[in-house]
């Protein structure tokens, strides 16, 4: 099973700008070397402030808006992420405990599959692997 870990935005440090110390990098790249060698990680990357991100609302037309951050809700704001590869909800949770983070909040979803899909249809399943093995040969 994938999850992917929100790691959730405090809203000081996408306000500011301020960057993570050296001293908490090396914590966190110390923890991803644990999960990149347990073979656990996928993907994981820390985003840069919502002041350079857009966003894109969508209302029932062809035409999308476009929003540019920064963004006020800090609640709604995403500091990072991780893909994990596990074999179930409660290895991800027994990962995640062991982050090196002080305070903050994360969120685990999972990753959904095809198979989680009762209406995709074999030639959609076919296809949507086929995009896959696209995307992991770019």
Do not use: C
């Not at 050296?22 to 996928?42: D, H, I, R, S, Y």
């Not at 709604?76 to 949770?93: C, P, S, T």
């Not at 009762?118 to 399943?125: F, G, Q, R």
């Amino acid at each position: 099973m994938r999850f992917m870990v929100i790691v959730k935005s405090d809203g000081k440090t996408d306000v500011s700008g301020a960057q993570p110390s050296a001293e908490e990098l090396q914590e966190m790249g110390k923890f991803n070397e644990e999960l990149v060698k347990a073979g656990v990680m996928l993907a994981g990357e820390g985003l840069l402030p919502s002041s350079e991100g857009v966003r894109l609302q969508y209302s029932g037309t062809s035409e999308a808006r476009v929003v540019d951050g920064p963004f006020a809700e800090s609640k709604e704001l995403i500091a990072g992420f991780w893909i994990l590869q596990v074999k179930d909800k409660a290895e991800v949770i027994e990962w995640m405990k062991r982050a090196p983070f002080r305070e903050g909040e994360i969120e685990i979803r999972r990753i959904a599959e095809m198979e989680d899909f009762s209406n995709a249809t074999p030639e959609i399943v076919e296809h949507e692997q086929n995009l896959r093995k696209q995307a992991e040969a770019n």
